[in-house]
């Protein structure tokens, strides 16, 4: 069921039921999008998804075709993230124009970085963001900017991705950042900046998870797993984590291997 916000002059904009279930303690599924692929987040939505994690830094999509996403993501209802490429003001405004429900920082490693994002997403007096009649705001005929500008400020998300020693040392101070929702923990690259590559259950990589669930349990905020073909999605929500990501292509493959399995047992 999709839920809107309606202002004076009839126009519209989605409530983020993502960060809605994340503020009453629910634990919340994603997935990887990194091709062109609208059909894909339609079926990923009425599967039950609460969110699509476009990928901006691994994949060639273009701003034209994450418009398309995004489109395809607010038309079933399921919360559109982007991962930018960059922690760059001008690019992360690019991406939000789309319509985007909030962004996600790669290399989060300071508060630094995670005021700046804030800056960058959020519009006055929580940020910096350029205001314009754009998709976002859909395209200045919903209604006043300025009632679009609050709703936005409310509704938007700021996460960050861990990926190495240097953002665990500093997670306090990161979760701490005014309007920064949480982050999701890269322990392939932990693990290599930990000095044990790929080793992802090493004691090392799984005590710099440890250090970071329990900040931010203590602080209410948002920690992300990202959960392998294979792994228990149980396995995490016990560990403390609140959203749980997969990617496309770990769940083709699992549904492909599965598959055969089947099928070869029969013949």
Same mark, same amino acid.
């Given at each position: 069921?999709?839920? @809107?916000y @309606?202002?004076?002059?009839?126009?519209?904009?989605?409530?983020?039921?993502?960060? /809605?279930?994340? /503020?009453?303690? =629910?634990?919340?599924?994603?997935v990887?999008?990194? =091709?062109?692929?609208?059909?894909t987040?339609?079926?990923?939505? $009425?599967?039950?998804? #609460?969110?699509?994690?476009?990928?901006?830094?691994?994949?060639?999509?273009s701003?034209?075709?994450?418009?398309?996403?995004?489109? !395809?993501?607010?038309?079933?209802?399921?919360?559109?993230? +982007?991962?930018?490429?960059?922690?760059? /003001?001008?690019?992360?405004?690019?991406? %939000? #124009?789309?319509?985007?429900?909030?962004?996600? +920082?790669?290399? +989060?490693?300071? &508060?630094t970085?995670a005021?700046?994002?804030? %800056?960058?997403?959020?519009?006055?007096?929580?940020?910096?963001?350029g205001? !314009?009649?754009?998709?976002?705001?859909?395209?200045?005929?919903?209604?006043?900017?300025?009632?679009y500008?609050?709703?936005?400020?409310?509704?938007?998300?700021?996460?960050?991705?861990?990926?190495?020693?240097?953002?665990?040392?500093?997670?306090?101070? $990161?979760? #701490? &950042?005014?309007?920064? =929702?949480?982050?999701?923990?890269?322990?392939?690259d932990?693990?290599?900046?930990?000095?044990?590559?790929?080793?992802?259950?090493?004691?090392?990589?799984?005590n710099?998870?440890?250090?970071?669930?329990?900040?931010?349990?203590?602080?209410?905020?948002?920690?992300?797993?990202?959960?392998?073909?294979?792994?228990?999605?149980?396995q995490?929500?016990?560990?403390? @984590?609140?959203?749980?990501?997969?990617?496309?292509?770990?769940?083709?493959?699992?549904? !492909?291997k599965?598959?055969?399995? =089947?099928?070869?047992? &029969?013949?």
């Amino acid at each position: 069921m999709k839920v @809107f916000y @309606f202002n004076i002059l009839g126009g519209a904009m989605k409530k983020n039921t993502m960060k /809605a279930k994340l /503020a009453k303690g =629910d634990v919340v599924t994603g997935v990887v999008v990194g =091709d062109l692929a609208l059909s894909t987040v339609e079926i990923l939505a $009425i599967a039950g998804f #609460d969110f699509v994690f476009i990928d901006c830094e691994h994949s060639p999509l273009s701003y034209e075709s994450v418009t398309g996403l995004v489109m !395809a993501a607010e038309n079933r209802g399921v919360t559109p993230l +982007i991962r930018t490429p960059q922690n760059l /003001a001008e690019t992360i405004g690019r991406y %939000m #124009d789309t319509g985007a429900s909030g962004i996600i +920082i790669p290399s +989060i490693r300071s &508060s630094t970085g995670a005021k700046q994002a804030v %800056m960058a997403v959020k519009y006055p007096p929580l940020g910096e963001r350029g205001l !314009a009649g754009v998709r976002a705001a859909d395209y200045g005929l919903g209604g006043p900017l300025g009632e679009y500008v609050k709703i936005a400020n409310e509704e938007t998300m700021v996460l960050g991705v861990l990926e190495d020693i240097k953002g665990v040392e500093n997670i306090e101070m $990161i979760l #701490d &950042s005014e309007g920064f =929702d949480g982050v999701f923990i890269g322990t392939n690259d932990l693990s290599k900046s930990l000095g044990v590559p790929g080793q992802t259950n090493h004691p090392k990589v799984q005590n710099a998870v440890d250090s970071v669930l329990n900040s931010a349990i203590k602080r209410g905020k948002a920690v992300g797993g990202v959960v392998r073909a294979g792994e228990n999605p149980k396995q995490y929500v016990e560990k403390g @984590f609140s959203i749980l990501l997969t990617s496309v292509q770990s769940l083709l493959a699992t549904s !492909a291997k599965a598959f055969l399995i =089947d099928a070869r047992r &029969s013949n």
